[in-house]
């Protein structure tokens, strides 16, 4: 009775280190594949100066944004109760 007992135990144990093992792998290839679509890209959901560069890769994200988006003249800089014109 006692190695009854153990064989299931041990049967226990297995199907619970491969079913967590199998977790951990399904949470990792989730990872690297999401890695993988956006290598050299710009992640989903980023936007600058209100225009999304999402899903471009660098070259063209800045492209984009060079098309589209003046820079100011002047830049205000504020902090506590001092103004800094740059």
Request: aromatic share 8%; hydrophobic share 50%; glycine share 4%.
């Amino acid at each position: 009775m006692k190695k009854k007992n153990q064989v299931t135990i041990k049967k226990i144990l297995f199907r619970s280190a491969v079913a967590v093992a199998l977790v951990v792998l399904i949470v990792l290839a989730g990872l690297l594949s999401y890695v993988l679509v956006y290598n050299n890209k710009i992640y989903p959901n980023i936007s600058v100066a209100g225009k999304s560069v999402a899903g471009n890769s660098q070259t063209d994200a800045s492209l984009l944004l060079s098309k589209n988006i003046a820079a100011p003249s002047k830049i205000n800089l504020f902090y506590q109760d001092q103004t800094f014109d740059i």
